[in-house]
């Protein structure tokens, strides 16, 4: 089924293999742990990149706006703290108060996101470091610190320390990466909404399940800012005997996927959710 457009993740999640004594079985929660995360990961980012490219035109002030940009930001209250004596280091919160809801892509947010830009965004060598506060995506707490590194060649260095994300149960998953975006499409144009980006890396942490995993991007994950979901590319993780693929599509704006685990496929609609494997 084919979801609309606007924003998104970058890797926590892992997967599980199921089987009896008959039968290959793939997992509900094995399904969304993956494209969860990248998912949500990647459209956070998004977000973060439409405040900055907004406070670079207009500014905010200390008092904040509400309202005015699209997509949750337009229920978000965003302000920003500089030094008195100095632009740098500034610090921008996203506050989404007690709850921003898309009832069309049923994700609903809250908490914060608060940003600090130690320099001018399109400086080299300048960071943008993002932490969160009780912040939560369909109820899934989001914790960690990702720092982006400008390399002023276009692409960013980004960096996820402590990242973890525990679902509505109390199921954790863990995760540290790092990874490269890079602006591919749409740079030479002021409509942000043509951007394309690219991120390649490899992550490792450990599951809802507890168990270990190594995660590598084998082909580029595309992501478009006219589009909710990664479009294309592929993600391979390896955790204990068991690998699992899984990949985003031909570049089509939809929440369809194709997840495969030790040879047995599975087309999958991606969701903001991490649904618990009933048993």
């Known amino acids: 089924m084919n979801k609309l457009m606007k924003y998104v993740a970058i890797m926590f999640g892992a997967c599980l293999f199921a089987c009896d004594d008959n039968e290959t079985e793939i997992s509900d929660q094995g399904l969304d742990e993956i494209t969860f995360s990248e998912n949500i990961m990647v459209e956070s980012g998004d977000e973060v990149d439409e405040v900055i490219a907004e406070r670079t035109r207009f500014g905010f002030g200390k008092g904040g706006i509400k309202g005015g940009l699209g997509g ?17 280091p500034l610090i921008i919160t996203i506050d989404y108060t007690e709850g921003c809801n898309a009832t ?24 943008r470091i993002i932490t969160y506060d009780n912040y939560m995506v369909n109820d899934h707490l989001i914790e960690g610190t ?20 525990t679902t509505p149960e109390g199921a954790e998953i863990t995760r540290t990466s790092t990874r490269t975006k890079t602006l591919v499409s749409g740079g030479d144009t002021e409509d942000r ?41 592929t993600v391979e993780e390896n955790s204990g005997d068991d690998q699992v693929v899984v990949d985003f599509g031909d570049g089509t704006c939809d929440n369809l996927a194709t997840r495969t685990e030790n040879g047995v496929s599975e087309e999958i609609e991606m969701n903001f959710k991490v649904r618990r494997k009933k048993r």
């Open 72 to 88: 949750f930001l337009g229920c978000a209250t965003i302000s920003e703290e500089t030094p008195e004596d100095a632009d740098y």
């Open 104 to 127: 069309l892509w049923d994700i609903t947010k809250s908490g914060k996101i608060i940003i600090t830009l130690t320099g001018a965004p399109d400086e080299a060598g300048s960071q």
């Open 146 to 165: 990702r720092t982006y590194t400008n390399n002023g060649d276009g692409s960013h260095t980004v960096t996820l320390v402590d990242g973890k994300i």
């Open 193 to 233: 909404s043509d951007d394309v980006f690219e991120i390649t890396g490899s992550a490792s942490g450990t599951n809802a399940e507890g168990v270990s995993y190594s995660k590598t991007i084998t082909s580029p994950l595309v992501k478009r800012k006219d589009c909710l979901w990664i479009t294309s590319g």
